[in-house]
């Protein structure tokens, strides 16, 4: 079964410290891998696309990693701000159908 | 700009009646879509469209109906059939084929009083 978990649920740091959110799947054959930031009340709007062959890949202080043997990604936030208060949304495509696996988001607070 | 329109970005719905959502993009997309968000939950799919006068059933596609008559709209009917509508629900437009990603509109809170 095609599943998209992220870990953590919700998370709480203070303003300049660095997180990282996880993004593990079992989607096959994979076509591509984006992480989406969600804020409040608003759709969400991409920040990253992986393809299979791509390790890593860098948005400002965003920076994603891609393992297509273990299925797995993280999206790592340098020196966060307040503004990064968000819910974080891993989706993964396969290769086949017309299809989107969602994954249901990491809520991450920053903190004076 | 190019981009994708929901509206109202707010609406209040009576138990019984029906209600219609608007999505309208100017970006050239084929494809449109509608996802219902719940808290604590993924976006799940509710219908989607690759091609005018054409759509598909998501995976919660009972209680809601659509409508893709042009390219540049998608609006979404809740339905009385509907048992459970309010919700967050969100619009997307994509370029046909899996390396092209969402554009999402700024979704639609809709309750029921």
């Known amino acids: ?112 | 700009d190019g981009g994708i329109t929901q509206s109202p970005k707010y609406l209040f719905r009576k138990e019984g009646q029906n209600v219609t959502l608007s999505c309208e993009q100017n970006l050239n997309h084929d494809a449109m879509y509608w996802y219902r968000q719940d808290p604590g939950q993924g976006l799940r799919l509710i219908y989607y469209s690759q091609i005018v006068n054409d759509f598909q059933k998501g995976d919660i596609a009972e209680g809601y109906s659509v409508s893709r008559e042009k390219k540049e709209s998608f609006p979404l009917t809740v339905t009385s059939a509907q048992k459970n509508p309010t919700a967050f629900y969100l619009c997307a437009s994509s370029m046909t084929g899996r390396h092209y990603g969402y554009t999402f509109g700024s979704g639609t809170r809709l309750t029921v009083v």
């Open chain 1, 1 to 112: 079964k095609n599943q998209v978990e992220q870990s953590p649920q919700s998370l709480i740091i203070l303003e300049g410290k660095n997180c990282t959110l996880q993004c593990n799947y079992t989607v096959s054959p994979f076509s591509n891998l984006r992480w989406y930031k969600q804020d409040t009340g608003r759709g969400p709007v991409s920040l990253t696309i992986m393809t299979f062959s791509e390790n890593t890949k860098s948005n400002g202080r965003y920076t994603a990693t891609l393992d297509a043997d273990t299925k797995q990604s993280s999206l790592h936030i340098t020196a966060s701000q307040l503004s990064d208060s968000a819910s974080y949304i891993c989706v993964v495509s396969p290769n086949t159908g017309n299809q989107f696996y969602f994954g249901t988001g990491t809520s991450l607070t920053v903190i004076p």
